[in-house]
T-cell receptor, first 112, second 109 residues
Framework: DTAVSQTPKYLVTQMGNDKSIKCEQN?????MYWYKQDSKKFLKIMFS???????INETVPNRFSPKSPDKAHLNLHINSLELGDSAVYFC???????????FGPGTRLTVT | DQQVKQNSPSLSVQEGRISILNCDYT??????FLWYKKYPAEGPTFLIS?????DKNEDGRFTVFLNKSAKHLSLHIVPSQPGDSAVYFC????????FGQGTELSVKP
């Protein structure tokens, strides 16, 4: 069984479009994250939710809006896509009291 | 400004020998230190961690060493196997993890 899953795995779209990436975890974790891995391979945290509440919001453009309908899901909606949004986006989750985060397989977003 | 640095972008090691991956950090307030392994087209996989109150943690072939005075973290893999070939990321923090930029390890048969 997949612990942290993301859909889609690949997403190619044009500038100006709006797109969503979905994430689900079946680990029973309370905290979920979105990371962006840019062309230089840095993994940078974007958002974190704990029990559906936003707890970390890095300096991310407000075109990016995370939504957590329940603690097992954290979706990422991106408005007005720009070329610089092209990256691999990873979802992750962590249990209460745990340190390690468990990552999904990533979504490669290409904006043309 | 990078708070976590992995200065070697790549490392090549012979099968059976030791692989040593290094990581430096700037903030002495970090509580936890982790290593992740990543294969192409997959997400990072947690390997091993250490808290700031320890200086060594071992799990099978993997050992993490922490030198707090030098703000330095290392991962030793011994013996190295071809299946260990991957990108290794160090990460520091607690609730929020800050990642290094990764070291690509290649273990040659």
């Amino acid at each position: 069984d997949t612990a942290v899953s993301q859909t889609p795995k690949y997403l190619v779209t044009q500038m100006g479009n709006d797109k969503s990436i979905k994430c689900e975890q079946n680990l029973g974790h309370d905290t979920m994250y979105w990371y962006k891995q840019d062309s230089k391979k840095f993994l940078k945290i974007m958002f974190s939710y704990n029990n559906k509440e936003l707890i970390i919001n890095e300096t991310v453009p407000n075109r990016f809006s995370p939504k957590s309908p329940d603690k097992a899901h954290l979706n990422l909606h991106i408005n007005s896509l720009e070329l610089g949004d092209s990256a691999v986006y990873f979802c992750a989750s962590k249990g209460t009291g745990g340190i390690e985060q468990y990552f999904g397989p990533g979504t490669r977003l290409t904006v043309t | 400004d990078q708070q976590v640095k992995q200065n070697s972008p790549s490392l090549s090691v012979q099968e059976g020998r030791i692989s040593i991956l290094n990581c430096d950090y700037t903030n002495s307030m970090f509580d936890y230190f982790l290593w992740y392994k990543k294969y192409p087209a997959e997400g990072p996989t947690f390997l091993i961690s250490i808290s700031s109150i320890k200086d060594k943690n071992e799990d099978g072939r993997f050992t993490v060493f922490l030198n707090k005075s030098a703000k330095h973290l290392s991962l030793h893999i011994v013996p190295s196997q071809p299946g260990d070939s991957a990108v290794y990321f160090c990460a520091v923090g607690g609730g929020k993890l800050i990642f290094g930029q990764g070291t690509e390890l290649s273990v040659k048969p």
